[in-house]
Nanobody, 119 residues
Framework: QVQLVESGGGLVQAGGSLRLSCAAS????????MGWFRQAPGKEREFVAQ????????SYAESMKGRFTMSRDYAKNTVYLQMNSLKPEDTAVYYC????????????WGQGTQVTVSS
């Protein structure tokens, strides 16, 4: 089992920044990928960014490239999502997810953290 706890969401004005955190615990050595997803009201959940653990490789959704940066702290078993130049359309619940070795999809999810960007 892998437990994921997100934090760092909140209300920010357009053009502002937020940094989300996702602390992982449990069987973290079995992690293959960590990812961020988001879901806006009335919309499907969408991919934001992901990072492969070994070898390290990060990828982003096209609309987030250049504005969002995913990083990690090995010692803290934590991944981060730095979000800059936020837009009202970035408003959503942001979820952290983990895909463990041998799995083909994300199989662990956090509870989500709300990000609201005002215009």
């Amino acid at each position: 089992q892998v437990q994921l706890v997100e934090s760092g969401g909140g209300l920010v004005q357009a053009g502002g920044s937020l940094r989300l955190s996702c602390a992982a615990s449990g069987r973290t050595l079995s992690t293959d990928y960590m990812g961020w997803f988001r879901q806006a009201p009335g919309k499907e959940r969408e991919f934001v960014a992901q990072m492969r653990w070994n070898p390290v490789y990060t990828s982003y959704a096209e609309s987030m490239k250049g504005r969002f940066t995913m990083s990690r702290d090995y010692a803290k078993n934590t991944v981060y999502l730095q979000m800059n130049s936020l837009k009202p359309e970035d408003t959503a619940v942001y979820y952290c997810a983990a895909q463990t070795l041998g799995e083909s999809t994300y199989n662990y999810w956090g509870q989500g953290t709300q990000v609201t960007v005002s215009s």
